[in-house]
């Protein structure tokens, strides 16, 4: 359990660089600060993935709450405005942990009060609790049985990655069936059903201005927003009262809210017991692991990272192994492989499928090769070879024989067995940022961890071809390693660093110290001898290793940049220019 005292919830300046996330399976989500205050464009209680895991909207940016104590109003949501933080529910605010979804506790004038917020799997939608107890005393009996709790959702309806401003086009209609209030202010967008267990619904609507998102104005973007706000709840309290929302892209029942939650606890808790041991930092990150597999069509697929990120291949290839084998979920493994094997095109697998659900991008020449090694580790753990032999191995070879003839950006298997890729203007490693027309690290030719990748795939390929009895490719598939391997160590050593060059690019080769050639020594087959291979890692380490991962150049390179800050330009200049990577 994660938790932060009433001192850190208390003082904004150290509570909002402390974010929570809450994730539905489906690429959807729910996030903000650990004291509510959105500060970033994609916080928000409702952001759902309406084509899964795609097309993410913010539905719900947040709620207005007050406690209402004889007619004195005490506020428990946060925002920033220009210059001012308001409400200020923090003061009232004792603790916030992660328990496994994030509770907030407050206290007022004798009155304890947590809200909880769950999100539920496979579904649009966050379920919301209150729970209102009385303190110790008579008076506190007293004030919560002639209180009441009053409560009005802001809305955005917008596209995650833009902000919403005060228009007259919208729909303010709001529709109620029951306990049930649904909200559509567009024909274009989907509805928001609010299920509640209120006493009154106040339809009256009006707008909020100006809200002011720190992480947004820090980041060099746009920073302000209108949010709608369509009705207001009010609800009676008594000794012991729960109050529920139930947000949705369907119609749920307020009064199953308690229901709902302990579902979803269950659901974690199964996760739990499944992991490979009870260490508690191993069942944490295990817990931690689920929110990024999430749906693709019929298939599984992997989130590359909350909150703005989609599933791009090759983030997805590195990471299944611990994802899913290491935490058992063979059948998520497989389910994922079969989805991108689907999107393999001219022998490429996708770098990433974009927010709006168009064609996948194949702008990479790594995220292919890393197919290979995650096929390789589901072998390691479940020796399922005829899965392998019936669903992949024709994709496999199919990659193979277009790498050898040549696809899109160059890429393509020279004379000397490696494989050269890249055109002007187009970045196909993972060091891949690029402002406008400018690429900050091209690395055309070849790149050292492409031909470790590309040897590691023909070592693969000559393995199973050797158990598929498919004699004449097995053969094939050996010559074209040994050719490289051979070639690889003639002109990517570098005697004088005892490392690796980075690229060579005919007679031109780059001997910046960065972490791409520690693959030619992790993977699965190694180009390298026992000697090169541990002056490879000490070379690494040397100029590299941090406590938090590799840096991404050594400080001793003139291009090191040594802050990764600023606007998005100067971000993006120093991403890869020794910003520390995990």
């Given at each position: 359990m994660?938790r932060f005292?009433?001192?850190i919830?208390?003082?904004?300046?150290?509570?909002?660089?402390?974010?929570w996330?809450?994730t539905?399976?489906?690429g959807?989500?729910a996030s903000?600060t650990i004291?509510?205050?959105?500060?970033?464009?994609?916080?928000g209680l409702l952001?759902?993935?309406?084509?899964?895991p795609?097309?993410r909207?913010?539905?719900?940016s947040?709620?207005?709450e007050?406690?209402?104590?004889?007619?004195?109003?005490y506020?428990?949501?946060s925002?920033?405005?220009p210059?001012?933080i308001?409400?200020?529910?923090?003061?009232?605010?004792?603790d916030?942990?992660?328990?496994?979804?994030?509770i907030f506790?407050?206290?007022v004038?004798?009155?304890?009060?947590?809200?909880?917020i769950?999100?539920?799997?496979?579904e649009n939608?966050t379920?919301?609790?209150?729970?209102f107890r009385?303190?110790?005393?008579?008076s506190?009996n007293?004030?919560?049985?002639?209180?009441?709790f009053e409560?009005?959702p802001?809305v955005a309806?917008?596209?995650?990655h833009?902000?919403a401003r005060?228009t007259?086009?919208i729909?303010?209609?709001?529709e109620?069936?029951?306990?049930?209030?649904i909200?559509k202010?567009a024909d274009r967008l989907?509805?928001?059903?609010?299920?509640?267990?209120g006493n009154?619904v106040?339809?009256?609507s009006c707008?909020y201005r100006?809200?002011?998102?720190?992480q947004?104005?820090?980041r060099?973007?746009?920073?302000?927003?209108?949010l709608?706000?369509?009705?207001?709840?009010?609800?009676?309290?008594?000794?012991?009262?729960?109050?529920?929302?139930?947000?949705?892209?369907?119609?749920?029942?307020a009064r199953?809210?308690?229901?709902?939650?302990?579902?979803?606890?269950d659901?974690r808790q199964k996760l739990v017991?499944?992991?490979?041991?009870?260490?508690?930092?191993?069942?944490t990150?295990?817990?931690?692991?689920?929110?990024?597999?999430?749906?693709?069509?019929t298939?599984?697929?992997?989130i590359?990272?909350?909150?703005w990120?989609?599933?791009w291949?090759r983030?997805t290839m590195i990471?299944?192994p611990?994802l899913?084998?290491?935490t058992?979920?063979f059948?998520?493994?497989?389910s994922?492989?079969?989805?991108?094997?689907?999107?393999?095109?001219?022998?490429?697998?996708?770098n990433?499928?974009?927010d709006?659900?168009e064609?996948p991008?194949?702008?990479?020449?790594d995220?292919?090769?890393w197919?290979f090694?995650?096929i390789?580790a589901?072998?390691?753990?479940t020796?399922?070879?005829?899965f392998?032999r019936?669903?992949l191995?024709p994709?496999l070879?199919?990659?193979i024989?277009?790498h050898?003839?040549?696809?899109r950006?160059?890429?393509?298997?020279?004379?000397?067995?490696l494989?050269?890729a890249?055109?002007p203007?187009?970045?196909?490693?993972w060091m891949?940022?690029?402002?406008?027309?400018?690429?900050?690290?091209?690395?055309?030719g070849?790149?050292v961890?492409?031909?470790a990748l590309?040897y590691?795939?023909?070592?693969i390929?000559?393995?199973l071809?050797g158990r598929?009895?498919?004699?004449?490719?097995?053969?094939?598939?050996?010559e074209?390693a040994?050719?490289?391997?051979?070639?690889?160590?003639e002109?990517f050593?570098?005697?004088?660093a005892t490392?690796?060059?980075?690229?060579?690019?005919g007679?031109i080769r780059?001997?910046?110290?960065?972490?791409?050639?520690?693959?030619a020594?992790c993977?699965t087959?190694s180009m390298?001898?026992r000697e090169?291979l541990?002056s490879?890692?000490e070379?690494?380490?040397r100029?590299?290793?941090?406590?938090y991962?590799?840096?991404?150049?050594?400080?001793?390179?003139p291009?090191?940049r040594?802050?990764?800050?600023?606007?998005s330009?100067s971000?993006?200049?120093a991403?890869?220019?020794?910003?520390v990577w995990?």
């Amino acid at each position: 359990m994660i938790r932060f005292d009433q001192a850190i919830c208390g003082d904004p300046a150290v509570a909002l660089s402390r974010e929570w996330l809450e994730t539905n399976g489906l690429g959807g989500f729910a996030s903000s600060t650990i004291i509510g205050l959105n500060t970033r464009r994609y916080h928000g209680l409702l952001v759902a993935a309406t084509r899964p895991p795609v097309g993410r909207i913010v539905m719900l940016s947040g709620l207005e709450e007050v406690l209402i104590i004889d007619g004195r109003r005490y506020p428990l949501s946060s925002n920033q405005y220009p210059g001012i933080i308001h409400p200020q529910s923090y003061k009232f605010q004792t603790d916030f942990r992660l328990d496994p979804f994030p509770i907030f506790t407050y206290e007022v004038e004798g009155i304890s009060i947590e809200k909880s917020i769950v999100m539920l799997h496979g579904e649009n939608t966050t379920v919301v609790q209150y729970e209102f107890r009385e303190q110790d005393g008579d008076s506190a009996n007293t004030q919560l049985r002639a209180a009441s709790f009053e409560l009005r959702p802001l809305v955005a309806f917008r596209d995650y990655h833009s902000l919403a401003r005060e228009t007259g086009a919208i729909n303010p209609h709001v529709e109620t069936d029951g306990a049930i209030a649904i909200i559509k202010p567009a024909d274009r967008l989907p509805a928001l059903y609010l299920a509640h267990n209120g006493n009154e619904v106040e339809t009256a609507s009006c707008w909020y201005r100006n809200f002011e998102y720190a992480q947004e104005r820090a980041r060099g973007f746009d920073f302000r927003e209108d949010l709608f706000n369509p009705f207001s709840l009010t609800f009676a309290l008594g000794q012991e009262s729960v109050v529920s929302i139930v947000a949705s892209t369907e119609r749920r029942d307020a009064r199953r809210a308690e229901e709902y939650r302990k579902k979803e606890i269950d659901r974690r808790q199964k996760l739990v017991e499944a992991a490979p041991c009870d260490d508690e930092c191993v069942t944490t990150l295990v817990a931690a692991s689920d929110q990024y597999i999430v749906a693709r069509d019929t298939h599984k697929t992997v989130i590359a990272g909350y909150p703005w990120f989609s599933d791009w291949g090759r983030d997805t290839m590195i990471s299944l192994p611990g994802l899913t084998l290491v935490t058992g979920r063979f059948d998520v493994a497989r389910s994922i492989l079969l989805e991108f094997a689907r999107y393999v095109d001219r022998g490429m697998l996708p770098n990433r499928f974009p927010d709006a659900g168009e064609t996948p991008e194949y702008n990479t020449v790594d995220a292919t090769l890393w197919f290979f090694e995650a096929i390789q580790a589901l072998l390691r753990y479940t020796e399922d070879f005829q899965f392998v032999r019936t669903q992949l191995y024709p994709v496999l070879t199919d990659i193979i024989g277009w790498h050898v003839r040549g696809t899109r950006y160059g890429i393509h298997v020279e004379k000397d067995g490696l494989l050269s890729a890249g055109e002007p203007g187009v970045q196909l490693t993972w060091m891949d940022a690029k402002v406008g027309d400018w690429v900050v690290t091209p690395r055309r030719g070849k790149p050292v961890e492409i031909q470790a990748l590309w040897y590691n795939a023909l070592k693969i390929m000559e393995e199973l071809a050797g158990r598929f009895a498919d004699d004449v490719n097995r053969w094939w598939y050996r010559e074209m390693a040994a050719r490289a391997q051979t070639s690889f160590n003639e002109v990517f050593w570098n005697d004088d660093a005892t490392a690796l060059f980075d690229v060579v690019d005919g007679e031109i080769r780059d001997a910046a110290i960065r972490p791409n050639q520690i693959f030619a020594a992790c993977l699965t087959h190694s180009m390298l001898s026992r000697e090169r291979l541990l002056s490879v890692i000490e070379s690494v380490e040397r100029d590299l290793l941090t406590p938090y991962g590799l840096r991404s150049l050594s400080p001793r390179d003139p291009q090191y940049r040594a802050h990764y800050e600023g606007d998005s330009l100067s971000r993006d200049g120093a991403y890869h220019q020794g910003t520390v990577w995990a």
